[in-house]
């Protein structure tokens, strides 16, 4: 029910910016999120963004260079990446919560994308 998209191949430095759609479901309501997982390791939170867009929250490794957005109007999230690095590499999965807060543990979402890969070559 959730759509991610925008993920690619960008050199060290770089920026990317994905997209989260809902079609056919409306998320204006809930928390979204964004969480990445690289290979061999867990799935990590990266940061998050409550309903009306008005709080985000971000994980240190990501802080000052990744802002999430949202248009309500178009059911879709954002996820802006900037000085992009080698070791956020991964797949990037967009996730829906109906809780007001922004939780950084994967198990309280309850929709997810199917998630779009990401890779930053040194």
């Known amino acids: 029910q959730l759509q991610a998209s925008g993920g690619g191949l960008v050199q060290a430095e770089g920026s990317l910016r994905l997209s989260c759609a809902a079609p056919?479901?409306?998320?204006?309501?809930?928390?979204m999120s964004w969480f990445r997982q690289a290979p061999g390791k867990e799935r990590e939170f990266v940061g998050g963004?409550?309903?009306?867009?008005?709080?985000?929250y971000y994980a240190d490794s990501v802080k000052g260079r990744f802002t999430i957005s949202r248009d309500n109007a178009k059911n879709t999230v954002y996820l802006q990446m900037n000085s992009l690095k080698p070791e956020d590499t991964a797949v990037y999965y967009c996730?829906?919560?109906?809780?007001?807060?922004?939780?950084?543990?994967?198990?309280?979402?309850?929709?997810w994308g199917q998630g779009t890969l990401v890779t930053v070559s040194s």
């Open positions: 056919g479901r409306t998320f204006s309501t809930y928390t």
């Open positions: 996730a829906a919560d109906k809780r007001l807060a922004i939780t950084t543990t994967s198990k309280w979402y309850e929709y």
């Open positions: 963004i409550s309903w009306s867009g008005g709080s985000t």
